[in-house]
Structures are given as structure tokens and as C-alpha cells.
């Protein structure tokens, strides 16, 4: 098992275990030294993802902090612990935003998307995180606009933000799990797509 994981903003870090419960720390693995003009490389994802054009088996996306706005970039690793890296952005904050992070990767109906949540820093009405999605062709070469799919009012009239998505299949049907509230004051929620669940947007204490 390989764990992601970041302190300072600065670098992700590695750690691995054989039982999911004594880990062994490996090392940084990204930061910001593969990046130009960044500040931050952190909340990396990893997911299996073969690139055309890279000997690769994994792909991590990642925030990077480019002179005050964040922005997804990409790296890729054959054994998950040797990670080269995109020097410029996948991913901008979609139009009326100004920060992006959170970014995963969602294969769907034989294409594949990126995910993640973008806000407005600016904003004062209503201003909240919520979640987008743009198709990407298997290079992350060429990015599709940006859909906003989730609004973080869907959860309620105060909820400040929609984050972090992750998503699992069970049985032929979809679920997204994501952090509502204010941050660094978390819940998580479920979502599903259809056939919809009762209490969808209850939070999973």
C-alpha cells in the first residue's frame, strides 16, 4: 500500500505498508523543484493511467501554487516512487474562479475526466467551492471547458463548500464521496447517481 501525503505545502510525500497499518516512511517523491514558478506541490492523487508517450504505469495530479493562483499539474511514475513531472498546468480555475485543487481522475463511459473542486477567492456573495469536470484525451494534452456538475448549495443554503470528490462503483451504480463545510472544519457527504438514495446529502459522521 502507498500513501500520499503532504505537511508543509511544499512537497508530497510517500509512505508504504504491507498491512495498512505499520507504514514505513520512503520519502518526498514530488515538490516544487519540478515545477517552475510554484510554491506549493501537494494534494497529490495517484491513479493507474498510461500515458501515450511515457513509460509510465501512474499518474499523480496534484495543486501547485503558481505566484498566488492554484492550478492542477501531472506527474508520472513507472513504480510510484520515481515521479517525473509536466513543468506547465492541466488545469486552470475554471471561468469565474480563481483557485482549483483536489483534481482526480474519473474514467466514465470510455472517456475520461478530470475532477475538482475551484472557487472564487474574491467572491463574498454566496462564495463556495464547488465541483467541475472537463473531459481530457489520455495525454492531458488537449483539456475540454470546464463543467461546473455540483454546486455546493445542493448540500443546504449554508453549506461553504463541495471538495475533494471521490468516486466508487458497487454494483453497477455510481458514488461520489466529498468534504461539505467550512475548511479545516470538514464532514463527509454522500452522492449517488441514479437510481437516487434517500438522505444523499446527510452527512457520514
Not at 11 to 23: E, I, K, N, P, Q
Not at 43 to 51: I, N, T
Not at 79 to 85: K, L, V
Request: proline share 6%; hydrophobic share 40%.
Amino acid at each position: 500500500m502507498f500513501l500520499y501525503f503532504h505537511g508543509e505545502n511544499s512537497s508530497t510525500r510517500l509512505a508504504t505498508s504491507s498491512d495498512g497499518v505499520h507504514f514505513d516512511y520512503f520519502g518526498v517523491v514530488v515538490d516544487t523543484n519540478l515545477f517552475p514558478n510554484i510554491s506549493e506541490a501537494s494534494y497529490g492523487r495517484v491513479f493507474e493511467h498510461q500515458l501515450p508517450h511515457a513509460d509510465n504505469r501512474y499518474v499523480m495530479l496534484l495543486m501547485g501554487n503558481n505566484q498566488g493562483t492554484r492550478r492542477i499539474y501531472l506527474a508520472w511514475s513507472k513504480d510510484g516512487r520515481t515521479w517525473a513531472a509536466r513543468p506547465q498546468p492541466v488545469f486552470n480555475p475554471p471561468p469565474g474562479t480563481d483557485q482549483t485543487a483536489g483534481a482526480v481522475l474519473f474514467p466514465w463511459r470510455g472517456k475520461n475526466y478530470l475532477v475538482a473542486h475551484a472557487n472564487d477567492s474574491q467572491a463574498t456573495f454566496n462564495a463556495g467551492f464547488d465541483l467541475y469536470a472537463a473531459e481530457v484525451d489520455p495525454g492531458f494534452e488537449r483539456i475540454g471547458p470546464a463543467v461546473k456538475f455540483f454546486d455546493h448549495l445542493q448540500v443546504n443554503a449554508t453549506n461553504e463548500a463541495a471538495m475533494s470528490p471521490c468516486f466508487i462503483e458497487e454494483g453497477g451504480r455510481w458514488f461520489m464521496f466529498f468534504n461539505i463545510g467550512a475548511r479545516l472544519h470538514n464532514q463527509i457527504a454522500l452522492a449517488a447517481l441514479e437510481p437516487a438514495i434517500k438522505d444523499r446529502k446527510r452527512p457520514i459522521k
